[in-house]
């Protein structure tokens, strides 16, 4: 067993027995990039399983976290069977009781299938690979359209709230509780400086339709085919909530557009890639079709500055409030992060009436 998960494992064990399945033989690696919930591969002699703790700190109701993964995919495997959606639903397991979530302690957990031969990518190198990046999760948010957004629980409230999240960072500025702010005042000015578009991004954000959204779509949250490679599944549906569609596009603008991982200091050297950008804009109105009014295009832009800037706000506020919210690898990572977001947030703004040309 890996140091990672030693702390849980009498909890994985107790998890384990709650369920139908002979886990007798099952062992357990760490997986994937995530920076919030603790996830892990189980692996038997017959299949892989996911296993996930759901921080509990960032999701304070993990019990409405797997019950709307629940109904998303209930509605999603309703749309494959009729051919409207055409990638995996990798499924949460029920208890013996027919629970999805269970507690053991102070924390929550959950098993869900493992999508096998398929790979996530943590950056893509090419137009063709966005363009299928933009299919996939502009497919999941219209095969949900007929979908009450509303009944799904709001997870995280305000979680895209460009005024809330300013509201937050003059909080962490004002408490200073880590003496941070003497590190990052140019960055925390910066941020206040950018008062007039956030609202114009408010002022938009009253006139556009609420979708079922995934509010994550960062690039390794989509598995791809080990065989094809094509996608084959939208994975941690822990986000969705009803949203605006500009917030997933501009998450995927934010991970896949920029040259440099979202961490990476050597911001100097950054640069957008416009064929990527084009393949993302371009595909994502084409498969929603009719489906998507001209002004949400026209939004897509705008959540294109914005997700980098919300991100690097969220970032920042976490690394004045002492890292408390990201995992974090050392002192400046949150600070790394919120610099180079707003690096990111700065060359998608220059280029912005070059960008408009892709709107259909
Ligand atoms: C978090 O855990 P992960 O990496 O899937 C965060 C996203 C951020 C992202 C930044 C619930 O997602 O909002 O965009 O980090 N998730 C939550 O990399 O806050
Ligand atoms: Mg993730």
Redesign the pocket.
Known sequence: MDDKNKPYSRDIQLLLSQFEQDFSTASIAPL??????DTFKLTTTTNHFVIQRV?HT??PDPVAVCNNTQHINQHLNKQKLIGNYPYCVPQQLQTKRGESAVKIGDNYWRIMEFIENSYTLESVTSAKQAALVAQAFAQFSHALSEFPARNLSV??KD?HNISSRMEQLKQATSKDEHNRLMHCQVVVDFCFSQQSFIDHVMTLCQKLPIHVTH??T?I??LLFSSSSHQPCAVI?L??CMPGLLMHDFG?MV??CCSNLA?DDTDIHNMVLNLSIFEALIVNYQETFADNITALEKQSLIVGARL?PFI?GT??LTDYLNGDT???TAHTNHNLD?AKNQFQLYKLITEAEDNLQQFIQ
């Open positions: 994937g990039n995530g920076h919030i919930n921080n960032v999701f997870i995280i979680f509010n994550d960062k390794n949250n941690d822990d986000t998450d934010r991970t979202e997700l991100i969220r970032f919210y990201f995992q992060r």
